[in-house]
Nanobody
Framework: QVQLVESGGGFVQAGGSLRPSCAAS????????MGWFRQCPGKEREFVAT????????SYADSVKGRFTISRDNAKNTVDLQMNSLKPEDTAVYYC??????????????WGQGTQVTVSS
């Protein structure tokens, strides 16, 4: 099993910055990628960004490109999301997600408990 703990959410005015972090523990030897999703009340959870453990490639949702940067620390099994130029529509609960894979087996999904990000106008 894998445990994920998020931190670093909070309240900020529009144009400000936040840097939530996610730490993985447990069976972390086969991480495929770690990333962030977000969910607003009444809406589906949506992809924000991810970083691939092998090679460090990244992927972003169009809505955050140029404003958010995801980074990883392989030694600590952590991932950070630097969020700049925040907008009120970025307000959501942000969830860390980790996918693991052993050899060519299926991907296993793990979720954190979520951290609230609120951006005021």
């Amino acid at each position: 099993q894998v445990q994920l703990v998020e931190s670093g959410g909070g309240f900020v005015q529009a144009g400000g910055s936040l840097r939530p972090s996610c730490a993985a523990s447990g069976r972390t030897a086969a991480i495929y990628d770690m990333g962030w999703f977000r969910q607003c009340p009444g809406k589906e959870r949506e992809f924000v960004a991810t970083v691939y453990w092998s090679g460090g490639g990244t992927s972003y949702a169009d809505s955050v490109k140029g404003r958010f940067t995801i980074s990883r620390d392989n030694a600590k099994n952590t991932v950070d999301l630097q969020m700049n130029s925040l907008k009120p529509e970025d307000t959501a609960v942000y969830y860390c997600k980790l996918r693991s894979r052993v050899s060519l087996g299926p991907l296993n999904n793990y979720w954190g408990q979520g951290t609230q990000v609120t951006v005021s106008s």
